[in-house]
């Protein structure tokens, strides 16, 4: 079984040093392939910031793929934001916006979803729809395909409905044909996971609610996401032994910190059976 930790707003500069101790145990505890940090790693794109969440993340000893969010880009300097918008970015986690992390178990594909020009709201364009659903529909039966974005490609009620990604529609159809399993994303530090209906496909939402920093909605606290996946013929159990053993499964756990015992602890699971063939 191959498990995959997805972070997210990690908003550096509003970090809080006890949930960050409490992630980076539970890390060691369950020992993931790979990080994925989808977006809002900084709160104002600041050199230091970027220093500070780039030092962290090493600490998992394992890939990080990331990608930008609106907040790191900077928002008050008008000539970084519009002449070199991911210079300070870059300068930590590297010139690629869009990374790849490919194993023989794991696709997973980042996708930079802000414009310099907007100040919150993203967006996926036609060219990127494309390259993401071309790569998709190369990728072999046992890997868990996996498309990352920061703001949400699909919400659970009317209130965040205008936090959805630009293209999120065309996004979602075009990827489901092509193979997606998972579309994950943050930005509304709201955690929840949605099967999108009408699809020609089985493709899951997962959003991540913010890991470690103090910017918490007042029903969500710090969160964090575990995908556990076990492709065909694997032969392994999810949490508690009651899972199918034939596969393809992909067990999506939601972890919550708690400030009293200051740790993360399993508070909800999904179990989703990808579709192959």
Not at 112 to 134: D, L, P, Y
Not at 143 to 162: G, T, Y
Not at 253 to 262: G, H, K, L, T, V
Request: glycine fraction near 8%.
């Amino acid at each position: 079984m191959t498990v995959l930790l997805q972070i997210s707003d990690t908003h550096f500069g509003t970090e809080q040093p006890p949930v960050m101790a409490a992630l980076l145990a539970m890390a060691a505890e369950q020992k993931p392939a790979v990080v994925v940090l989808s977006g809002d790693i900084t709160q104002r794109a600041r050199p230091a910031q970027f220093s500070a969440a780039r030092a962290f993340v090493d600490r998992f000893g394992v890939p990080v793929l990331a990608i930008p969010g609106n907040h790191d880009i900077a928002l008050f300097d008008l000539w970084s934001r519009f002449t070199r918008p991911y210079a300070r970015y870059a300068a930590a986690f590297g010139p690629e916006l869009e990374p790849v992390h490919e194993t023989a178990q794991l696709l997973v594909l980042g996708v930079n979803t802000t414009r310099a020009w907007r100040h919150q709201h993203g967006e996926v364009s036609a060219a990127q729809i494309e390259r993401v659903a071309r790569r998709l529909a190369a990728a072999t039966a046992q890997q868990l395909r996996v498309v990352v974005v920061h703001q949400p490609a699909a919400v659970p009620d009317e209130r965040n409905r205008p936090h959805l990604l630009r293209g999120h529609a065309q996004a979602l159809r075009a990827w489901a044909a092509a193979g997606a399993d998972v579309v994950m994303g943050g930005h509304i530090h709201l955690p929840y996971m949605l099967q999108v209906p009408g699809l020609a496909r089985r493709l899951c939402v997962v959003q991540a609610g913010t890991a470690v920093s103090s910017r918490t909605r007042a029903e969500a606290p710090n969160s964090v996401n575990l995908l556990r996946w076990a492709s065909a013929g694997d032969g392994a159990r999810g949490r508690g032994g009651d899972q199918p053993e034939a596969g393809p499964v992909c067990v999506i756990e939601r972890w919550d910190y708690a400030a009293a015992s200051q740790r993360f602890a399993l508070a909800a699971t999904t179990l989703i059976e990808p579709e192959r063939g």
